[in-house]
């Protein structure tokens, strides 16, 4: 039977068209108004459409079928043969390729401390390889089995594995997977892991990849460590004040804090007494955080010079101790001066006293001798013994010299008392050519003393020489 509408050839008896879906007409004797395909395009041998005869090898015309039904017949079966090859090819293109689902084999790392971790999202490319190779019949068990040398290089050439192998490496690499954010995360944050495919190389590796986006939320960040740098720091006075120089020893155990180093403001040329600031260098907050997971609490401290022994640089009483020493040997050498025979027989003294000491500090630090002078002062009224008095009683100072006192760290004095002379001279004539050492005038002592020395030294006068 054929369809009035659509041409299209169906079975006997038919009353819908299985291509259009129209309803066929039926005729008086059962068939359609058309009739059936064999009534009308069929004849006996001999006979014509109309039933007359014919000679036989003559050619035989059918005029049944019109050249519309028939280019009709023709197009439509040309066009159901086309649908069905088109639909074998798209059914075995899909057939062929195997899906892979990207998330399968996506991992996604969190690393860092709370408020600057970090996120990477990374494939698995070697399982992701094996699986695709296993996808497609690649006996991938021998060749992993393979020995690393050129026999078997020539073995893999010589195969067709090789070339799917290559197929599907290049369509692997072909996918790039992005993340929408990757630094300064917290825990809570959330990250979306997306993927770019290469759609062309996926085809010919034969493989489908899925790659729908994954949101993923932060953990596991450590919360930021905080120490203090200063901790591990030994720190240590060498030498002398006013000379004295620090010394940086650094044992911190902590790795962020033995990775940097400390510098003073001053270095050297310290006195005792003097503060110095002590930095961190070679520290940055957000790179510390970010590698070791810690920030310094503190990156600046200060420290006092001591422990060391140094001279005396400031004009201030001298301590107790000091000056017991001090008087203690003057008083001593003067009565020795005194009492030594080549003066003895011409001179005495009565009323020996202490008056007080001057106290004299350079005004430098930047020496490493003459830091200091002390002048001890004592008094006493001599007296001419010859018997053609020389003089008459008369008040006599006698300042005796100590230079460059120290204090030890341990706080004692280190006081060289081995060198020691009376400083001035007197008009007190006595003997043949000898004057009575020390000065009767306070005032020409202190000038001489002190004052002269005013251009280096820093002078002061204590006790009853104020």
Known sequence: MICPKCSHVMSEGSRFCDACGAKLEETGTG???????????????????????????????????????LFGLIGGGIFFVAAMITLLIVFLLMD???????????????????????????????RLLEDMARSRDVDVDRIKNLEANFDDLDEMLNNNDVQKVLEMYSAMQGIQVDLDQSEGLSNGDTVVVSYTINQEKADIAKVEFIGEPITKTVSGLNEVEEIDPFEGLSISFE????????????????????????????????????????????????????SYGVRFSQTEKEYKVEGVEGYITENQDLDPEALDVMMAATEDYIKGYLDDKSRADAIKADELKYEGYYLLTNKSSDVWYGVNKVYMVYSATVRSKEKKKQFKPTKVYFPVEYDDIKVNANGSYDINTNYKNI????????????????????????????????????????????
């Open 423 to 466: 400083l001035g001279s007197t008009n007190l004539n006595f003997g043949f050519w000898e004057t009575v050492n020390g000065y009767t005038s306070k005032e020409d002592m202190k000038e001489e003393l002190v004052d002269a020395d005013g251009l280096d030294y820093i002078g002061k006068a204590y006790g009853e020489l104020e």
């Open 96 to 126: 062929n390729k195997t899906q892979f689902n990207l998330r399968d084999y996506t991992e996604v790392k969190f690393e860092g401390v709370e408020g600057n971790g970090t996120a990477t999202a990374e494939l698995d490319n070697a």
């Open 239 to 290: 030498g002398t004040s006013p000379n004295a120089y620090v010394v940086f020893q650094n044992d911190n155990k902590n790795e962020a804090a033995s990775r940097v180093w400390f510098e003073a403001d001053r270095s050297n040329g310290l006195k005792l007494g003097d503060t110095i600031r002590v930095s961190v260098k070679g520290y940055d907050e957000d790179e510390f955080i970010k």
């Open 31 to 69: 068939q359609t108004e058309q009739g059936s395909f064999a009534e009308a395009g069929s004849s006996t041998p001999g006979a014509n459409m109309t039933g007359q005869a014919v000679p036989v090898g003559e050619t035989v015309v059918k005029k049944g079928i019109s050249k519309p039904v």
